[in-house]
């Protein structure tokens, strides 16, 4: 069974204090891992997806990277507009159609606090 | 461009009613998703749709949760006989090419 586990659960920062949040999973087949923001109230935003090993990917202050077992998303000096929950998620090679695009197994969560 | 949009927003529901809540996808994309985040839990697969076929229906957690769509469009979620373990944020997701999945804003399902 596909799992993914996110940590800490929640992380309060000063502004502009730089920090990684965790995800580390077990997937059969990995065929991407994603990373998603969820406002309160609102549904996830898309921000990253990692293919491989050895994938980075960056976007303004949030760089995300890929092991084989874990995955790390940095966040770099933030914001206090960057407070959010940060979702990572995995997809396996699916049984259907031969290729996938079975649901996304995702993690609980890291509820980011970022104080002005 | 539009993004996926659910509808009701809200829905408070007494015990033992039925539901349906609707998702209308990205314009053109052909794969759509149903999810469920309870509180405290992570997001829950429920049903993948290709096209208007379901080929993966193993997240449904029981006989009365069921799950159509049309014209490779817009689909339905149908809660049968609710119950207060049902309350939950029911997501939908429409994909273009099934890797990056785009959320929409969820339906609030309350039964009292």
């Known amino acids: 069974e596909d799992q993914v586990t996110q940590s800490p659960e929640a992380l309060r920062l000063q502004e502009g204090e730089s920090s990684s949040l965790n995800c580390s999973y077990t997937?059969?087949?990995?065929?991407?891992l994603f990373w998603y923001r969820q406002d309160p109230g609102k549904g996830p935003e898309f921000l990253f997806t990692?293919?491989?090993a050895g994938e980075e990917k960056e976007k303004e202050r949030l760089k995300a990277t890929l092991t084989k077992k874990e995955s790390f998303l940095h966040i770099t000096a933030p914001k206090p507009e960057d407070s959010a929950t940060y979702l990572c998620?995995?997809?396996?090679?699916?049984?259907?159609?031969?290729?996938?695009?079975?649901?996304?197994?995702f993690g609980k969560g890291t509820h980011l606090i970022i104080q002005p | 461009g539009a993004g996926v949009s659910q509808s009701p927003s809200n829905k408070v529901t007494e015990k033992g009613k039925d539901v349906e809540l609707r998702c209308d996808p990205i314009?053109?994309?052909?794969?759509l998703y149903w999810y469920r985040q309870s509180l405290g839990q992570g997001l829950e697969f429920l049903i993948y749709?290709?096209?208007?076929?379901?080929?993966?229906k193993s997240g449904l957690p029981s006989d009365r949760f069921s799950a159509e769509r049309t014209g490779g469009s817009v689909s339905t979620l149908t809660i049968q006989r609710t119950q207060q373990e049902d309350s939950a944020v029911y997501l939908c997701?429409?994909?273009?090419?099934?890797?990056?999945?785009?959320f929409g804003p969820g339906t609030r399902l309350t039964v009292t």
């Open positions: 990692l293919y491989s």
């Open positions: 998620a995995v997809q396996a090679w699916g049984k259907y159609s031969g290729g996938g695009a079975d649901g996304l197994t």
């Open positions: 997937v059969s087949g990995l065929r991407g």
């Open positions: 314009s053109g994309h052909t794969a």
């Open positions: 749709f290709q096209g208007n076929s379901a080929p993966d």
């Open positions: 997701a429409s994909s273009p090419d099934r890797y990056e999945q785009y």
